[in-house]
């Protein structure tokens, strides 16, 4: 068990240590398609097998490197190989193994992803291992298993999850000494931007830093609002709702009007609040661990808290579940060593301790969220439970599958109301129509 005064950076030495700098794999051929609906192919080989994992490098990947030795140990006659790839390059890298029959036995997969990972082969269901094993799912949140399944079909298990971009991260130390109000569980909309404006002290010192692009990210700014990108459905753009228009029009003025914002696009927002250059920031959960860590090995320098985002002008607050998942490949020879990956990797202890290590937000577990041991860190993810009791809200994508798409599109259609290469009402109606004729695309083959 992990323990607040063992850093990330010493339990990753000391692991590496143990298993005497573990080798990654390359990726290797994998076997024919596994369905999955037979009994042959759930039962457990009698012979000792090879179960390649593709994860995401960086803190996520460390962590599971970390637990290797573990799983090992755990699951005898399985050996797990890791295969890290960055993650501008995992999914484009994924699909191109999979066409190639190459691809290895489980993957990773965010919220956005199943459908586009379904569409090009990549993921098989789950419903029939899960029964096998008699798995219990009843701990994770409704609204995260609602979104890795696809018509009908479990398609992954939870790793970690958050309840979006809810966690306002600040520096307590530049608040007070601008004469700020440090946030707190109550606080609003106008309080934010107040806060803004008391500690920005251009170009050096930024208020606010917010990020006007991504599926996480604007989702969670609209629902403040009452608005929201797309429909539950996935078929239609919300983007030219008032309510839309109102949270596209707060996060313009915090750049344009307040100008407390240097740009909508986050860039080195995560660095320049470490330097103690940013008043505030918000983003998911998963850097209080890291920022903890930090904060004991003397990394930041100034005091730091966190809180739930603000209400809005009609009493609301954003919410949108998201999480990091793992799947099985139908390439692989051994889903039902595969699942023990799945498994291990989403159990309440693991979605407790890789917070402790700084491996990004908790297992998307009520019992992990409520835990009087996560909550030892930082009291803000029981916050989140007292604040959303009915849990995160439901994640919308695109019905079509097209999600890469339909981020790009929108994306890159909002910057340009950002940066004022057009005005602001006709970017809105100019981004709410194309993201509408990607939605009204046929669903991806």
Request: glycine share 10%; charged share 20%.
């Amino acid at each position: 068990m992990l323990h607040k005064r063992v850093s990330r950076r010493q339990f990753l030495a000391g692991s590496l240590a143990a298993t005497g700098g573990l080798a990654l794999s390359a990726c290797v051929p994998a076997g024919a398609p596994a369905g999955g609906d037979s009994g042959d192919e759930m039962m457990a080989s009698e012979e000792p097998v090879t179960v390649l994992f593709h994860t995401r490098l960086g803190t996520h990947a460390d962590w599971h490197i970390s637990r290797q030795p573990l799983f090992e140990e755990q699951n005898p006659g399985i050996n797990l190989e890791i295969d890290e790839l960055p993650g501008n390059e995992m999914y484009p890298k994924i699909y191109a193994l999979s066409a190639s029959g190459t691809v290895g036995d489980v993957v990773w997969t965010y919220l956005n992803n199943p459908p586009e990972h379904k569409a090009k082969g990549v993921l098989i269901p789950l419903d029939d291992i899960v029964a096998a094993k008699d798995f219990d799912l009843s701990n994770f949140w409704d609204s995260l298993l609602a979104a890795l399944t696809l018509d009908g079909e479990l398609h992954a298990i939870p790793n970690h999850g958050h309840y979006g971009t809810t966690a306002y991260y600040h520096n307590k130390t530049l608040i007070e000494e601008s004469g700020g109000e440090l946030p707190h569980p109550d606080w609003t909309t106008d309080d934010y931007v107040a806060i803004g404006k008391a500690v920005t002290d251009p170009p050096e010192v930024w208020g606010i830093r917010s990020f006007g692009t991504g599926q996480e990210h604007v989702p969670s700014y609209l629902r403040i609002f009452g608005g929201d990108a797309i429909s539950e459905d996935g078929t239609m753009s919300l983007l030219d709702q008032e309510e839309s228009i109102a949270g596209l029009r707060w996060l313009y003025d915090l750049q344009h009007t307040h100008e407390v914002d240097p740009c909508q696009c986050g860039d080195e927002a995560v660095n320049n609040f470490v330097a103690g250059k940013v008043g505030s920031f918000n983003t998911t959960t998963g850097l209080i661990g890291r920022y903890t860590n930090m904060k004991n090995e003397g990394d930041i320098e100034f005091e730091w808290d966190a809180v739930v985002g603000p209400v809005g002008p009609t009493g609301l607050r954003g919410s949108q579940v998201s999480a990091a998942a793992f799947g099985i490949t139908g390439n692989s020879k051994n889903p039902s060593e595969a699942f023990q990956v799945l498994d291990f990797y989403s159990t309440k202890e693991d979605g407790i301790e890789h917070v402790f290590f700084g491996a990004g937000s908790p297992g998307g577990r009520k019992d992990v969220w409520e835990s009087d041991e996560l909550n030892s860190i930082h009291p803000i993810f029981r916050q989140h439970q007292q604040i959303y009791p009915e849990g995160p809200r439901n994640w919308h994508r695109p019905a079509n599958a097209r999600t890469s798409e339909f981020v790009d599109t929108m994306n890159n259609n909002l910057q340009a109301i950002w940066t004022q290469a057009v005005e602001f009402e006709e970017g809105v109606e100019q981004t709410h129509l194309l993201v509408q004729e990607v939605l009204d695309k046929d669903p991806l083959a």
